[in-house]
C-alpha cells in the first residue's frame, strides 16, 4: 500500500509553546488528509478533514485557533498545537487519501507530552 | 446521532479459537467498510475493505468480513486465531457523501498460547 509518514513519533514541549506535526504522503498525492487524536485505550476520533488548497474542516468541539491545520501541497499536511497544555498531551495521527481513491492510508502517529 | 459501534471491548481467546468480532453502523445510503488492526507499538494497518459486490471480503493473514446491509453490520471473523493476532481492531465507516473515515471503539483482543 501507499506511504505516509508522520514526523516527530515523539515531541515533549512545555506547557504554552507550539508543536508542528507533519503528514507527508510519499508515493502518491493526497488531495484529502484526515487528523486524529487518540486517548489511551480508546478509539480515534476525528479532529479535521483538509483538502488540498482549502481550509480544513473541523470537528464539532475541536477549537480551530488551538489546532492550526495546513495542506498547502498534495504531499503536505502539518498539524500545530498552538499554546500547549498538558491537556493536549495525546497520540495524534493523520491519513491521507488520493483522488478517486477510498482508501486512507496511515501515519505512524505521534505522541505528545505536554509537561 | 450516526455512529459506528464496536460490541466487544476486550476479548481473550487461547489460540486456535474462532474469532468474530462485532460491528454495526448507522449511516444509511451506500457506504464503504474497513477494518483496521493496530499491533502493539504500531501504526494502523488495513486488514481489509468493502465498497460493493461479494459482501463475504477476505483480508490479510486470514481475516474475513461479511457486510449484511439489512443488519447495518460488517463482522470481522478468523477461524483460528494466532498469538500474533494480539493487537486492536477498529471497524470504520466511510460515511456516505463525505470525506469522512469514523471509527468504532476498537476490541483488544489478546491471545493466549
Known amino acids: 500500500g501507499a506511504v505516509v509518514s508522520q514526523h516527530p513519533s515523539r515531541v515533549i514541549c512545555k506547557s504554552g509553546t507550539s508543536v508542528k506535526i507533519e503528514c507527508r504522503s510519499l508515493?502518491?498525492?493526497?488531495?484529502?488528509m484526515f487528523w486524529y487524536r487518540q486517548f489511551p485505550k480508546q478509539s480515534l476520533m476525528l479532529m479535521a478533514t483538509?483538502?488540498?488548497?482549502?481550509?480544513?474542516?473541523?470537528e464539532q468541539g475541536v477549537e480551530k485557533d488551538k489546532f492550526l491545520i495546513n495542506h498547502a501541497s498534495l504531499t503536505l499536511s502539518t498539524l500545530t498545537v498552538t499554546s500547549a497544555h498538558p491537556e493536549d498531551s495525546s497520540f495524534y495521527i493523520c491519513?491521507?487519501?488520493?483522488?478517486?481513491?477510498?482508501?486512507?492510508?496511515f501515519g505512524q502517529g505521534t505522541r505528545l507530552t505536554v509537561v | 446521532a450516526q455512529s459506528v459501534s464496536q460490541h466487544n471491548h476486550h476479548v481473550i481467546l487461547s489460540e486456535a479459537a474462532s474469532l468474530e468480532l462485532g460491528c454495526n453502523y448507522s449511516?444509511?445510503?451506500?457506504?464503504?467498510l474497513f477494518w483496521y488492526v493496530q499491533y502493539p507499538g504500531q501504526h494502523l494497518q488495513l486488514l481489509l475493505k468493502?465498497?460493493?459486490?461479494?459482501?463475504l471480503v477476505k483480508g490479510i493473514k486470514g481475516f474475513e468480513a461479511e457486510f449484511i446491509k439489512s443488519k447495518f453490520s460488517f463482522n470481522l471473523r478468523k477461524p483460528s486465531v494466532q498469538w500474533s493476532d494480539t493487537a486492536e481492531y477498529f471497524c470504520?465507516?466511510?460515511?456516505?457523501?463525505?470525506?469522512?473515515?469514523?471509527f468504532g471503539t476498537g476490541t483488544r483482543l489478546q491471545v493466549f498460547p
Open positions: 483538509s483538502n488540498e488548497g482549502s481550509k480544513a474542516t473541523y
Open positions: 491519513s491521507a487519501r488520493g483522488t478517486g481513491n477510498t482508501e486512507a492510508f
Open positions: 449511516y444509511g445510503g451506500t457506504v464503504n
Open positions: 508515493d502518491f498525492q493526497a488531495t484529502t
Open positions: 470504520a465507516v466511510n460515511a456516505p457523501n463525505t470525506d469522512k473515515l469514523i
Open positions: 468493502y465498497f460493493s459486490g461479494d459482501p
